[in-house]
């Protein structure tokens, strides 16, 4: 990590910030089937917009990533339109515990959604849930979407199978308690926070209205002050980067999920900046920590320039997620992304994205994963 002080006196003194690339282990980008929402080629001009050079993408996509071909499919659509490296997640379903077991090492991960949320897979019963636990040969991990009482469930089924388990964005106290109970006993889990629910609370609902909703939901101001007191026991922050468009989210049935790829580095080191977590602390949460949990290598040649010191507000303005906004709107921080290079290109620059779709990676998908 590098540092260079362009302003060294005076009440704006801002720094450059020379930091590895961020890995996103928890986005969504929507394809196949929702890219009015978002797809590869928006999705991940916002990751690099944001300092993120890594992505791993979620399967509830429709179709869902549940079966060999359409999981063929979007491999081949991030090839053709993603912009920095991306892997894809499998989705686990009641019927296809063999068959997404067989094609894992083309895989990020399993996903198992265990309680509520957006789209079409969710694992309701238990037979189903142990045949994953059961099938599935890692070495990448099964990734929980599980909230309070099914995360000791599940925290039960680590025990009993010892195979690695990551917690998704983890948010009430109680469950980050549990998961450092298991740490300490040894057992294989590790977890990750998202910005939402580091800065925001459900103090925040009434004044954000639908764009406040996710899953899981805003939390209280304890279980955030819990998650900030537990930062040795998270793994990864992670955006969880949930477009919905506008016009959805103000509809009579608001979609749960926020966008986040652009926003997580920005506040992450305004908190550096407040006194909140150490540099070296937000390197090992956005970049060092999440490559730790998948297996993934640093690519080369590869960082992300950061003014920092200065002082910016958070808008939808300039954005290039396609749903155009930010839960964060308005919000004064610290920190602004100035530059991504990424393989020795310079991929982001002064607001605009130089990288063009196909330009990227699949990560794990085969050895002509270029
Ligand atoms: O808020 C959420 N949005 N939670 C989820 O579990 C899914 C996600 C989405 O895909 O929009
Ligand atoms: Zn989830
Ligand atoms: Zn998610």
Redesign the pocket.
């Known amino acids: 990590m590098m540092t260079r002080n362009i302003l060294p006196t005076g009440e704006a003194r801002m720094t450059i910030l020379r930091l590895p690339g961020a890995a996103d282990i928890h986005v ?1 980008l929507r394809e196949p089937g929702d890219t009015h929402k978002e797809d590869f080629a928006t999705g991940t001009a916002a990751a690099l917009a944001g300092g993120v050079v890594t992505v791993l993408a ?1 399967p ?1 996509t429709r179709p869902p990533l549940a079966d060999p071909t359409t999981f063929q499919e979007a491999v081949r659509l991030a090839r053709a339109k993603a912009r920095c490296e991306v892997g894809l997640f499998l989705g686990g379903t009641a019927e296809n515990a063999e068959i997404v077991a067989s094609v894992a090492p083309q895989a990020a991960g399993l996903k198992l959604y265990l309680d509520e ?3 079409p897979l969710r694992l309701e019963a238990l037979p189903a849930i142990l045949r994953h636990f059961q099938a599935w040969p890692g070495p990448r991990p099964i990734a929980v ?1 599980a909230e309070g009482r099914t995360a000791a469930m599940v925290l039960g089924l680590v025990a009993l199978f010892r195979k690695p388990v990551h917690f998704c964005h983890v948010s009430r106290r109680e469950e980050i308690l549990l998961i450092r109970r298991a740490k300490e006993r040894g057992l294989p889990v590790t977890c990750e926070v998202t910005p939402h629910h580091l800065f925001l609370t459900e103090e925040d609902l009434p004044r954000l209205g639908p764009f406040g909703q ?2 899981p939901p805003l939390a209280s101001r304890a279980d955030q002050e819990a998650l900030w007191a537990n930062l040795p026991v998270i793994d990864a922050v992670a955006t ?1 980067h ?1 477009p ?1 468009t506008i016009e959805e989210k103000q509809g009579p049935h608001p ?3 926020v966008p986040g790829l652009e926003t997580m580095l920005p506040l992450l080191l305004t908190a550096v900046a407040e006194g909140r977590l150490s540099l070296e602390e937000a390197v090992r949460l956005t970049a060092t920590g999440p490559r730790r949990i998948y297996g993934l290598l640093e690519p080369p040649q590869t960082w992300v320039e950061v003014e920092w010191g200065g002082s910016w507000t958070l808008s939808r303005e300039g954005l290039f997620t396609r749903c155009g906004w930010t839960p964060f709107e308005g919000l004064t921080v610290r920190a602004r992304v100035r530059r991504t290079v990424l393989w020795g290109r310079v991929v982001f620059e002064e607001g605009t994205i130089h990288a063009p779709p196909g330009s990227g990676r699949v990560l794990f998908a085969g050895l002509d994963s270029r």
């Open positions: 969504h979620m509830n949320t957006y789209g979407h996710m899953r969880d949930a919905h979609p749960p999920g």
